[in-house]
T-cell receptor, first 118, second 109 residues
Framework: SAVISQKPSRDICQRGTSLTIQCQVD?????MFWYRQQPGQSLTLIAT?????????ESGFVIDKFPISRPNLTFSTLTVSNMSPEDSSIYLC???????????????FGPGTRLTVL | GQSLEQPSEVTAVEGAIVQINCTYQ??????LSWYQQHDGGAPTFLSY????GLEETGRFSSFLSRSDSYGYLLLQELQMKDSASYFC??????????FGGGTRLMVKP
């Protein structure tokens, strides 16, 4: 399986500021996604990061709040803008379509970024 | 949209067998996946069912009945390291996953 890294692994931020989270994969992938997970809760899909075009957002998530970039097939960023304590969560990227993986819809997750907003 | 139901917690003893059920309501269904997540870790893929029936992978098996919108994950010969959260997730035609609320499995000695 591929190596998926996220930076930062954790951060503590002040309300009103923004944080950009990076997701790097060591091989090209077809699809990249961003999820949010409150501690002890399930995963909620924020958006699909599309290479070379605007991300596709799920209901309840908007581009102004969560701008996403995907400049190539191995890298994506998620920005959490104008943060409030309600944004405290774990943010995970996931990828699909790794070369050599038999099941091409199997999702692989990054280690996550634990964000605390004060 | 999608909605999935699974028990919030299950407790079992080492060496036992446990079954985690998942029912779903969906507007578009491609398959049912199961993921394991240890505390502080990332979800990892366990199994996937697109067709009715049982899929076996070592100690873990997963079952799907599309007509009943129901599936389960079966864990055999439980070990302490199996203590984790288990999520069922519906996969749609766009390769997007919708996750259930998760089942926290506690394995006791």
């Amino acid at each position: 399986s591929a190596v998926i890294s996220q930076k930062p692994s954790r951060d503590i931020c002040q309300r009103g500021t923004s944080l950009t989270i990076q997701c790097q994969v060591d091989s090209q992938v077809t699809m990249m996604f961003w999820y949010r997970q409150q501690p002890g809760q399930s995963l909620t899909l924020i958006a699909t990061a599309n290479q070379g075009s605007e991300a596709t957002y799920e209901s309840g998530f908007v581009i102004d709040k969560f701008p996403i970039s995907r400049p190539n097939l191995t890298f994506s960023t998620l920005t959490v803008s104008n943060m409030s304590p309600e944004d405290s969560s774990i943010y995970l990227c996931s990828v699909v379509g790794l070369a050599g993986i038999k099941r091409d819809n199997e999702q692989f997750f990054g280690p996550g970024t634990r964000l605390t907003v004060l | 949209g999608q909605s999935l139901e699974q028990p919030s917690e299950v407790t079992a003893v080492e060496g036992a067998i446990v079954q985690i059920n998942c029912t779903y309501q969906t507007s578009g269904f491609y398959g049912l996946s199961w993921y394991q997540q240890h505390d502080g870790g990332a979800p990892t893929f366990l199994s996937y069912n697109a067709l009715d029936g049982l899929e076996e992978t070592g100690r873990f098996s997963s079952f799907l009945s599309r007509s009943d919108s129901y599936g389960y994950l079966l864990l055999q010969e439980l070990q302490m390291k199996d203590s984790a959260s288990y999520f069922c997730a519906v996969l749609d035609a766009g390769n997007m996953l919708t996750f259930g609320g998760g089942t926290r499995l506690m394995v006791k000695p």
